[in-house]
């Protein structure tokens, strides 16, 4: 069982940044992918980054391509997710996930999940 505890959250202007961090509870952390989601109400959850076993392979999502940067300390046991020139559309709760064996877009493919923090972002 891995517990996945997100944090960093917050209410930014449009333009402005925050640094998620997602800590993990696995012992051996630098076998799992981890990814980052959101979702706004009334909205489905949406892929937003992940970062592979090693942190080699990254994937980030094409409305936050150039603005947020996924990155991972596997000595820490955490990932970050560095968002700058946030826009009120990314307002939303972001959510971490981790999974031992698959790394995908699909949110129904990740095992395990966090609760959530919030990011609000004002124009």
């Known amino acids: 069982q891995v517990q996945l505890v997100e944090s960093g959250g917050g209410a930014v202007q449009a333009g402005g940044s925050l640094r998620l961090s997602c800590v993990a509870s696995a012992r051996t952390f630098s076998s799992y992918a981890v990814s980052w989601f959101r979702q706004a109400p009334a909205k489905e959850r949406e892929f937003v980054a992940l970062?592979?076993?090693?942190?080699?392979?990254?994937y980030v999502a094409d409305p936050v391509k150039g603005r947020f940067t996924i990155s991972r300390d596997n000595a820490k046991n955490t990932v970050y997710l560095q968002m700058d020139n946030l826009q009120p559309e990314d307002t939303a709760v972001y959510y971490c996930a981790a999974d031992l064996f698959r790394a995908t877009r699909e949110a129904r493919s990740w095992s395990y999940w966090g609760q959530g923090t919030q990011v609000t972002v004002s124009s």
């Open positions: 970062i592979r076993w090693s942190g080699g392979v990254r």
